[in-house]
């Protein structure tokens, strides 16, 4: 049934959510001159449920867009630089990885900004650009195929609806995206998607002076993890999660399981004896790039989480959400432009492109993920790492050399660990 609409809404290129990923597209699509409109079903600054973690690849991939836009990342009030990232086994000892060589020199590789802040200050730009017009508190429902193009509602919460008709759609609405599951038809499979909790918390005791993000291997948490990441002020994002077939299986309460730990366990409840938990813990899926979906179609491009594409072993999806934004736009400007039709076979570039770009370090991902359903060979890396500065080293250049961390993957890394030799390239 058609609803009541006010004027169409004509337009080349709908995107579809104003996370990451459909603010980095408007922004490409802007400096291409492709007439674009962003539309959000929440009015901004929203919430988003993450670990607020961005990675080096976030700054980076934002310096490639527009540098200037990057230094005003960094300046930020509520952003924490961080230098790298602490692995804890599940035996309890960790191991500090500096993301850099030069810890504390020049500017940190990564930052820790609350969504709150970061999808704002993106979405910020996008109308301080002005070029791509943003409609927020707007649903996009009903996708009605034309012969130019699609159909689409615009519902808002009081009527009329808007109807909008463009010729292709960006896709960027996120993990739960009715777009990417019942038009592209890409299923949420428990074995490639994760279950994440979190909360916000202040008064958390040994947060680390440099920025370190904290990834907590427990046993009883295997292949997830916990993180406590920190913030400005004494703050932290600390969540947890866990693959959802594993959810499933064990039958987990994650928020409870998550009261539980930090209360309890030898190696977080004293971290936590002062701490205040500010706000509910909220949960959300992320669907993993574990498994490869097709993410374009007829008329269509799929970007971030609508396309499946977390990192399965780190849960990192910012950076992958604003490249594909990034690749979504250059295509869709080059097919348009050409004044191509945007069929599935004009769009199948973009897929080779995004896989060109993260399919290896995906799949070292994917491999990695598999490791960490064995506490021993967690504990044996780590108790060595920690005796061993040339390995620590060796692991800490795993975060910026794809070619490094393929060495995880060979078991010739760890013959050379049990024969107590330093990995060799
Ligand atoms: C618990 C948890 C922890 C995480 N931690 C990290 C981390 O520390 N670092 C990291 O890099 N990644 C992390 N991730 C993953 C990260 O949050 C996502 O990968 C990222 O948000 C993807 O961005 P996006 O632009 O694809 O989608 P989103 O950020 O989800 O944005 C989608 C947007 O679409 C809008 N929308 C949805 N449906 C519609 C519709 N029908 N019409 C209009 N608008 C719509 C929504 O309102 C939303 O604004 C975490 C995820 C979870 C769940």
Known sequence: MRMETSNPIRTEVLIIGAGPGGCTAALKLAQLGVDAVLVDKSRFPRDKVCGDALSGKVVRTLERLDPALAVELRQQSELLPSWGVTFVAPGGRSLRVPFSRNTGEGQAPGAILPRMQFDNFMLDAVKRDGR??????????????????????????????????????LDASGANSHFARHIAKLPMEPRHHCAGVRSYYSGVSGLDPQGFIELIFLKQLLPGYLWIFPLPN????????????????????????????????????????????????????LPLASKRWPISGDGYMLIGDAAHLIDPFTGEGISHAMISGMHAADVAAGVLRSKGSVTSSALETYDQRVWKRLGKEIGISTRLQQLANHPWLFNFVVNKAVNNPALADTISSMFNDLDMRERLKNPRFYMDLLLGRSPRP
């Not at 193009?149 to 009527?159: K, R, Y």
């Not at 932290?236 to 309890?264: P, W």
């Open 132 to 169: 791509v017009r943003v409609i927020e508190g707007a649903e996009a429902k009903r996708f009605e195929r034309t012969t130019d193009g699609w159909s689409i509602d615009l519902v808002h919460p009081a009527p009329p609806t808007a109807n909008a008709n463009c010729q292709l759609i």
């Open 234 to 285: 004494g703050r932290a994002n600390v969540g947890l999660g866990l693959r959802s077939d594993v959810v499933r299986k064990r039958r987990v309460d994650l928020k409870a399981l998550m009261i539980k730990l930090l209360a309890e366990h030898p190696q977080l409840k004293e971290r936590f004896t002062h701490a205040t938990m500010e706000g509910p813990i909220q949960g959300m899926g």
